[in-house]
């Protein structure tokens, strides 16, 4: 198993993080890095504003501050130096 290195654990170079860090105006909780270094999986109470740098495309967040009824989870649409999340929804 691999060790922490700086609170994050590789796995064949994904980064499993846990860590809560500010990106861009939003403060998050980072669960997942790409061998980039760039997010691929996130957790908070605000989506993250457009066109922040850092979070990989197609990267996941989740909203946890989201009415009952209402989707949390957002995709980014945009690359990782200019994000733009979108509401995934059902069809």
Not at 38 to 67: E, H, Q, R, S
Not at 70 to 75: E, H, Q
Request: contains cysteine; negative net charge.
């Amino acid at each position: 198993m691999a060790e922490p290195v700086n609170g994050q654990t590789n796995y064949d170079q994904i980064g499993f993080d846990g860590t809560t860090t500010k990106v861009g105006a939003e403060t998050i909780t980072v669960l997942m890095r790409d061998p980039s270094g760039n997010i691929l999986w996130a957790t908070g109470t605000t989506v993250p504003t457009d066109a922040t740098a850092g979070y990989a495309k197609g990267a996941l967040f989740i909203d946890t501050d989201v009415a009952t009824g209402t989707t949390g989870l957002n995709c980014n649409k945009g690359v990782t130096t200019s994000c733009q999340f979108t509401a995934v929804t059902q069809a």
